[in-house]
């Protein structure tokens, strides 16, 4: 049965990676549920997440080429540099420190996947863009967040990228996941390096969000409107942080 949710959540998880984001608001609350500590659930739920990230960047090779206002290397060395640092950040915080800021942070989490469309709409609909330093320093930041907590990653990269000037969603979707799996990636090697990925759930969990991955980047082409499934995503970001309160109460 454990191994069954953690299935489903996967799959899940990694279409929702690749067509809206929000999939660790199924993948780390699996992990949980199943009685996998938060730390080791956080840094477990992003090494699931890699293989979909990855998955969905293959899907978008095509988009990612193009030709865009801040070089890719650049953005992939703020990744990675982030992403380290992001990972490290959560190794030296408790158990017990951490239970506590979870479900602060899939409400936060949740609240910036809402509001984010509007926010990429008002910030590419502006025009013009950061400076090539301000906006590598934006995506470091947006890249330590990731490397700390997945939650609202995907979302956040796309207003960043709004800021950097860009502006025709594929290729946006497609760096977002070629961006998440190579922080991810990073994080993914700290967390092993500490010893604090459950391997077996996650790999379970990762293979799932693998195909799940794979589907949604095709999935996510052919979605002329995503509204509903962007509501349905906050409701459940919304039902987990509220879970993990009343768990934080009793």
Known sequence: MEHLILILAGLAAGALNAVAGGGTFLSFPALVFVGVPPVMANATATMAALPGYIGSAWGFRHEIRAASPVPVRAMVAMAIVGGLLGALLLLVTPNEVFSVVVPWLLLAATLIFAAGPALVRRVTGQGGALTRPAALGLLLVVSIYGGYFNGGLGIMLLAAFGFMGF????QMNGLKNLLSAVLSSVSVATYAVAGVIDWENGLILGLACALGGWG???????????TALRIFITLVGLVMAAVFFLRQAT
């Not at 502006?167 to 594929?170: E, V």
């Not at 082409?221 to 995503?226: F, L, W």
């Open 216 to 226: 949604g980047a095709h999935l996510a082409k052919r979605i002329p409107s995503m």
């Open 167 to 170: 502006t025709r969603l594929h």
